[in-house]
C-alpha cells in the first residue's frame, strides 16, 4: 500500500486530538498505538470493503470456520507488514520522534484460546487472506480472556485478564447484523395450512447475538478477509423480559469467559450456552447472508463450507437443520444430503477426558427443538446401520450413548470429511479411537498435518533471521515458503554459518534482557538456551524436563571440576486453574529454578527460567532465542504440537519423541538433525496391551532414577512438601501414567548428545541451517491450501500468476 507521507503526519495529528484533545507529546505509548491502530484500520477499510463486495457480487464460494477459540496475537505489526507499511511508518514515526516498537508493545494481546488449537485457527485466517482464499472465522467475544498468570512463592495465581479495557482499535460493531438466538422454553410442531411441520415455540430466552468484525489483512495482496466474534446481549424492545436480575446476569455471562482448561471435558452448563449461542449465531448470518444471492437453497452447498473446529462447534450441524427444515420448509432427505456436504470436522486430540458428551437432559432444556432433531438423527442412523453392521457395531456408532450426546459421534456422521492435524493422529483416530468410523466412512476420513504462518513467527518475530534469509536466498520464499530450502545451499558455507550464529546471539540477548528486566536473573547469552513452551499438561512431560534438570544440577554439585556445557533452561506455561497435578509441576518448576539459580556453586553453568503467563506475545519473544526445543510429550498423545514446526522455523535442533508432527519433522530435516528419543507410539500401545510396564521396577534398580526421585521428597527441593509427594506417589506408586520413568535414560543420552554437539559450532550451527531450511513444508499456507483443495473446494480468486503455490513441498 501507498502511504503520503505528509497526509499520514497530518491524520495522525488529526486522529490524536479528535480521540483525546490533547498533543502528541501528551499521549501515553498505549493512546498512541491507538491512534496508529486507527489510522491503519482507516487505510485497509478500502480493500476490506472492496473484498467483501467482489466476494458478494461473484458469488465465490466461501469458508466459514468455526472455533471456540483464536489467538490472534498483537495485530498492528502483523497488519502493517501485511499492507507491506511496516518500514514505511517506522519511518515516518520516526521523523515524529516516536518509536513504532514503543507503540506495537502497547498493545494488549488478545488471549481469546488455551493453546495450539486456537494459534491453529488464528495462524489458518492468516494464510486463507494471504492465498487470497474466501474465509471468515466466527468465535466469541470473550469479555474476558485467558486469565492472567502469577507467580506467587512459585503457585500459580490467576487474575482476570480484562483485555478490552481500553478499547479495541481493530473491531467494528455491527449491530445491524445481530441476530436472535433462543435458548430454553418448549418447541412443539404442528403442520400450517400447506401440511408442513412448523414448530412453535413457548417461553423461550431470546439473546442478541451482535457481531464484531475484525479485518483479517493478506499478506501484500489487497485481500482482506474477516474474523467475526459474537457478543451476547438484551435484544432491544425485549427489556421488559428482562427486568430480574438473574436474567440479565444469565445473558450478560454468556459472553464472559474463556472456559481455560484445554485437554480436558467440562459438562457445565454455560459452557453448553456459549457453543450453542457461537453456532446459531454463525449459522444464521450465513444463510442470511446467502439468501441475498439469487439461488435455491438446495444449491448451498455449492457456495458455502462450514468447518468445525474440534467438537465444540458441533453443534452448527443440527442448527443448520433446523434452519433448513423449520425455515425453509425442505425435506429431511434433502436437508441431510445438504447438511453433510456442507459440513467438515478436524478432531484435535486423541484424550478421552477431552470428548465432550454432552447429558441429554441439559440438551433438552437448553436448546429443545436441536435435541428433537439430534434425536431424529440418531434413531435414522441406527435404523439404517443395524441391517448393515449389526446392532452392536449400530450402538456403538450411536450419537446418543447411556444418556448423553457423543459429539465426536454427531460431527463424523454430520460431515463429508473428519481430519486430524497430524500422519500419526490420524492414522490413530483410523485405527484406533474412531476405528469403527473408519469402517463405515472410509473415504471421510483424511491427514491435514498443521502449519504455522512464517510471517509471524519468522518475518515479525525474527526480522534478524528474515534479513539474512533475505540476504541469500532473495525475497520469494515470503510467497512461497517452500523456497525456504534454497537456504540449504549454504549449509557448507562458513560465513552464512557464522551469520546465522549472530542473528541467534542477538536474540538470545534481546531475550536476557527481558529476563532481567522481569525477573532480576542473569542468564549467560552464550549458554545454550532449551525451551519448552505450551500448555502444562502431564501427557506434555514438563515433568520429564525438569527430572533432567534436577540431574543435571546433581551432575555439576558432585563434579565441580566438570566440565559441563551451561544450559538455560526456559519455561513457559499455563496450568488449568482446576488441574491441580499441572499446578504441582509448576511449582516444583519453580521450586527447582530458585535451587539452582541462588547456589553460587552452579552459576552459569545451570539456569532455570519459568516466564510468567506465556501467551503469543512471549512466544514471539522467546522463540527467536531458542536452541533446544523440547517436543517431548508421551508418544501418540500429543495429537500434532505447532511450536515445534516455530522453534525449528527459527533455527531450533528439536529433542523428540515420535509423537504429532515430529515424525514429520524428523521426516524433512532427517534422522542426523533431530534428537529422538523414548517409546514409539507402537511401543505404548502394546505396553496398553500387555500392562507389563511396572514404574516402580525402574525406580527401584536405577540409581539415576531413585536419586532425583527422591531428592522430591527428602527436602532436597525446598519447599515441595505436598507437590514433591503427589508427584513422587504418581511416578512410583501409581504406575506413571506418562511413562516418564520408562523414557527417562533415553532422554538423558539425547540430552548428552545435544550438550556434545553444541562444543562444535560448525556443526550445530550447520544443524540449525538445515531445521530453517527445512521448515518450508510446515507453512499453513499448504496446509490451507489443502483443505481448500480436497474438503472445502474453494478457490483462491487471486489471479493465477499471484498465487505463489504452484509448488508443493
Ligand atoms: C490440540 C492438540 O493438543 C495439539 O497437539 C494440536 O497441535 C492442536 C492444533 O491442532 O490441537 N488439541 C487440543 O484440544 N488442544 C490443542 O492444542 C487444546
Request: glycine share 6%; proline share 3%; with cysteine.
Amino acid at each position: 500500500m501507498e502511504l503520503d507521507r505528509t497526509d499520514f503526519k497530518k491524520n495522525f495529528q488529526r486522529v490524536t486530538t479528535g480521540l483525546y484533545g490533547v498533543d502528541i507529546e501528551e499521549c501515553s505509548p498505549s493512546q498512541l498505538y491507538t491512534v496508529l491502530g486507527t489510522l491503519i484500520k482507516a487505510y485497509a477499510g478500502e480493500d476490506w470493503n472492496k473484498t467483501k463486495k467482489y466476494y458478494e457480487e461473484e458469488q465465490v464460494k466461501q469458508l466459514y470456520y468455526f472455533s471456540m477459540e483464536y489467538l490472534p496475537g498483537r495485530m498492528l505489526k502483523s497488519n502493517l507488514l501485511n499492507l507491506d507499511l511496516l518500514d514505511t511508518v517506522r519511518d515516518i514515526l520516526k521523523d515524529m520522534h516516536l518509536d513504532l516498537d514503543e507503540l506495537i508493545q502497547a498493545e494488549v494481546d488478545p488471549a481469546l484460546g488455551n493453546g495450539g488449537l486456537g494459534r491453529l485457527a488464528s495462524c489458518f485466517m492468516d494464510s486463507l487472506a494471504s492465498l487470497g482464499i474466501p474465509g471468515a472465522g466466527d468465535g466469541i467475544r470473550y469479555k474476558y480472556g485467558l486469565f492472567q498468570q502469577k507467580f506467587i512463592e512459585g503457585h500459580q495465581v490467576e487474575v482476570p485478564e480484562n483485555w478490552l479495557r481500553n478499547g479495541n482499535v481493530w473491531e467494528t460493531r455491527r449491530e445491524n447484523k445481530a441476530v436472535i438466538v433462543r435458548f430454553g422454553g418448549q418447541a412443539y410442531l404442528y403442520e400450517d395450512a400447506n401440511g408442513h411441520l412448523v414448530p412453535f415455540y413457548q417461553n423461550t430466552q431470546n439473546i442478541l447475538a451482535v457481531p464484531y468484525d475484525t479485518a483479517v489483512i493478506g499478506y501484500q495482496n489487497e485481500i482482506i478477509n474477516t474474523l467475526r466474534l459474537w457478543s451476547a446481549e438484551i435484544p432491544p424492545h425485549e427489556e421488559i423480559h428482562y427486568h430480574n436480575l438473574a436474567d440479565q446476569q444469565s445473558v450478560n455471562q454468556l459472553t464472559e469467559v474463556l472456559y481455560p482448561d484445554d485437554s480436558n471435558y467440562e459438562g457445565r452448563l454455560l459452557r453448553l450456552r456459549q457453543e450453542y449461542f457461537l453456532c446459531s449465531a454463525g449459522i444464521q448470518s450465513i444463510i442470511r447472508y446467502y439468501k441475498k444471492m439469487d439461488r435455491t437453497m438446495q444449491e448451498i452447498a455449492e457456495y458455502v463450507a462450514i468447518h468445525i473446529n474440534d467438537t465444540h462447534p458441533a453443534l452448527c450441524i443440527p442448527e443448520f437443520m433446523r434452519i433448513l427444515l423449520d425455515e425453509e420448509q425442505m425435506s429431511w432427505g434433502q436437508v441431510w444430503e445438504i447438511t453433510k456436504k456442507t459440513m467438515s470436522y478436524t478432531n484435535h486430540t486423541i484424550m478421552q477426558e477431552a470428548m465432550e458428551k454432552w447429558p441429554v437432559y441439559m440438551l433438552e432444556e437448553t436448546i429443545p427443538r436441536v435435541y428433537q432433531i439430534i434425536e431424529e438423527l440418531n434413531r435414522r442412523q441406527i435404523e439404517k446401520k443395524i441391517p448393515l453392521y449389526g446392532e452392536e457395531m449400530a450402538y456403538r456408532t450411536a450419537i446418543i450413548q447411556e444418556g448423553h450426546v457423543n459429539m465426536a459421534h454427531l460431527a463424523i456422521i454430520g460431515s463429508h470429511s473428519v481430519n486430524g492435524v497430524a500422519q500419526l493422529h490420524t492414522n490413530l483416530l483410523k485405527h484406533e479411537v474412531l476405528k469403527e468410523f473408519n469402517q463405515l466412512y472410509p473415504a471421510k476420513f483424511n491427514n491435514k498435518t498443521n502449519g504455522i504462518t512464517q510471517r509471524r513467527w519468522l518475518q515479525l518475530a525474527n526480522e534478524e533471521l528474515t534479513a539474512l534469509l533475505d540476504r541469500k536466498i532473495g525475497t520469494e520464499w515470503k510467497k512461497n515458503p517452500a523456497e525456504l530450502k534454497i537456504f540449504k545451499s549454504f549449509a557448507e558455507d562458513e560465513e552464512t554459518l557464522n551469520e546465522l550464529a549472530e542473528v541467534k546471539l542477538k536474540n538470545k540477548k534481546r531475550f536476557a534482557a527481558y529476563v532481567k528486566e522481569a525477573l532480576d536473573i542473569e542468564i549467560d547469552p552464550t549458554a545454550l538456551f532449551d525451551v519448552q513452551i505450551k500448555r502444562l499438561h502431564e501427557y506434555k512431560r514438563q515433568l520429564l524436563n525438569v527430572l533432567h534438570i534436577i540431574h543435571r544440577y546433581f551432575d555439576i554439585k558432585e563434579n565441580p571440576e566438570k566440565d559441563i556445557q551451561p544450559r538455560v533452561f526456559i519455561f513457559g506455561a499455563k496450568a488449568a486453574p482446576s488441574y491441580l497435578y499441572a499446578k504441582y509441576v509448576i511449582k516444583l518448576i519453580n521450586s527447582v529454578a530458585k535451587l539452582v539459580n541462588e547456589d553460587h556453586a552452579v552459576g552459569d553453568k545451570l539456569k532455570v527460567i519459568f516466564v510468567e503467563n506465556y501467551g503469543v506475545s512471549l512466544a514471539e519473544l522467546i522463540i527467536p532465542a531458542a536452541e533446544v526445543s523440547e517436543q517431548i510429550s508421551l508418544a501418540s498423545k500429543e495429537a500434532s504440537g505447532t511450536s515445534n514446526m516455530k522453534l525449528m522455523l527459527n533455527g531450533a535442533l528439536t529433542v523428540a519423541t515420535l509423537d504429532g508432527a515430529n515424525v514429520e519433522i524428523r521426516d524433512h530435516v532427517g534422522d542426523d538433525n533431530i534428537f529422538l528419543f523414548g517409546l514409539t507410539a507402537e511401543e505404548v500401545y502394546q505396553y496398553y496391551q500387555d500392562g507389563t510396564y511396572q514404574s516402580r521396577e525402574i525406580y527401584e534398580t536405577n540409581p539415576q532414577v531413585r536419586k532425583v526421585l527422591n531428592a522430591l521428597i527428602d527436602g532436597t527441593i525446598p519447599d515441595v512438601l505436598e507437590e514433591g509427594h503427589v508427584i513422587f506417589d504418581s511416578l512410583v506408586n501409581d504406575n506413571d501414567e506418562y511413562f516418564i520413568l520408562k523414557d527417562f535414560d533415553s532422554y538423558l543420552r539425547a540430552q548428552e548428545k545435544v550438550d556434545e554437539l553444541y562444543q562444535d559450532p560448525h556443526k550445530w550451527n550447520q544443524k540449525s541451517l538445515l531445521n530453517i531450511a527445512s521448515s518450508g513444508p510446515f507453512s499453513a499456507d499448504f496446509t490451507i491450501k489443502r483443505y481448500a483443495d480436497e474438503i472445502w473446494h474453494i478457490d483462491s480468486v487471486l489471479p493465477e500468476e499471484e498465487q505463489h503455490m504452484h509448488h508443493e513441498p
